[in-house]
């Protein structure tokens, strides 16, 4: 199950690859934070999230994604996305964010799932806490795509331990 948490890169241009081609899984580190969010900020609209999560790939990929709590979409998920991180001191982690993955009920479906428009994008976020101890603090993102859309997070642990799974990643289990 984590290594379908991770959104797969997808948007249609040379640097990256299809959107609907099924991608291989490469999720390494899964970790699930209980807590709330006082912003969410999504091109214009405001929500409140269900759940916020950091995924980190075999290839260096991170994701801070955040379900959100929208009545006309139950598969509403964002995630601020980036390949440049920095430790700056052991409670201090820093994510350059390249892209916004945007998901939603509507989107085209690979083995089931929900496939998301990547959106080019700058900006970052800042997580206060360190997964090796369990705790996380909080969580702030910022970001703009080149349609001069804005995104924002600001999420507060609620104070429980952050749940950490490493993941192996390998070839699927399941066979057609």
């Known amino acids: ?14 640097n990256i690859p299809d ?27 405001n929500f409140a999230c269900r759940t916020v999560a950091y995924v980190h790939s075999a290839h260096g990929r991170a994701y801070f994604t955040i379900a959100l709590d929208d009545p006309a979409d139950s598969s509403h998920i964002i995630s601020f996305s980036g390949m440049a991180a920095q430790r700056s001191n052991e409670n201090l982690y820093q994510l350059t964010i390249d892209r916004m ?21 700058t900006g970052s976020c800042t997580q206060v806490g360190n997964f090796a101890t369990g705790i996380v603090s909080s969580i702030a993102c910022k970001a703009s795509d080149q349609k001069g859309r804005f995104y924002e997070l600001q999420f507060a642990s609620d104070g429980q331990p952050a749940v950490v799974r490493r993941v192996n990643p390998g070839p699927p289990t399941i066979r057609h």
């Open 19 to 45: 959107e609907l081609n099924p991608q291989e899984p490469d999720t390494d580190l899964f970790v699930l934070i209980s807590g709330k969010c006082s912003t969410l900020k999504v091109a214009g609209g």
């Open 101 to 121: 993955l945007l998901n939603s009920a509507n989107r085209p479906k690979v083995d089931g799932l929900p496939v998301p428009v990547v959106e080019r994008s």
């Open 1 to 14: 199950m984590a290594q379908t948490a991770a959104p797969p890169p997808a948007v249609g241009d040379a």
